[in-house]
């Protein structure tokens, strides 16, 4: 079995944006739901309507900034990835993403340090400190019976933005009997997060567990 098609769809740092790559030939022969004026040729008959010109610009500012980040944090993974075979641009991307990737993980091992400080708190997946490197720094979490929504609102009175609910995961609240209850609390960080920010989490949710 040879795939030939594959559809990229995801979001990153702001922009939705999707690729649809393949055979050039088999493309072709590929029926595309469309409007009657679109043409038949491609790239055209895959791209109804005025395309995402906010989402391709924000993909390339995208590109930029990784590139940033590779130059201001990567140096010291450049050679490692040289000897992979990365060169020019990809080096670059690969890089920044390594860099953010290695920071991510520090942030990831804080955040569950601190969540398990919480009196009462169940955090729902994954809390073995030896497979970190299996899931990123976000954690869905209860504290006892407290509504997930109080928690979410108390905590944005400190100026800590977190979601709350079953964020479209509604067959995993569901399986996990939470959906009735208001969901979960759901945070996450990222590499332009601190370590004290996190920190200062952990301390608001101890106040909020009383």
């Known amino acids: 079995m040879c795939l030939v098609i594959c559809v990229l769809y995801y ?88 860099a953010i990737r290695a920071y991510e993980f520090e942030l990831n091992r804080a955040l569950l340090a601190a969540l398990e400080t919480v009196p009462g708190l169940r955090i729902f997946g994954l809390t073995d400190n030896r497979r970190l490197d299996e899931r990123v720094a976000t954690f869905s979490f209860r504290i006892g019976d407290i509504p997930p929504r109080k928690i979410a609102e108390e905590l944005a009175k400190e100026n800590i933005y977190v979601w709350d609910g079953h964020y479209y995961a509604i067959n995993v609240t569901e399986r996990l009997g939470v959906e009735g209850v208001g969901g979960m609390v759901r945070v996450g960080a990222a590499h332009y997060n601190t370590l004290e920010e996190i920190n200062r989490l952990g301390e608001v949710l101890k106040k909020i567990a009383g």
Do not use: D
Request: charge should be positive.
């Open 11 to 98: 979001k990153f740092f702001g922009p939705h944006a999707g690729i649809l790559f393949g055979k050039h030939h088999l493309l072709e022969n590929l029926f595309a739901y469309k409007v009657r004026p679109a043409t038949n040729k491609l790239p055209g008959k895959f791209e109804t309507g005025t395309q995402n010109h906010e989402g391709i610009a924000g993909v390339l500012g995208t590109m930029e900034y990784f590139e940033w980040v590779a130059k201001e944090f990567g140096g010291e993974y450049a050679e490692g990835l040289q000897g992979e075979g990365y060169t020019g641009r990809r080096l670059e991307l690969k890089k920044g993403m390594t």
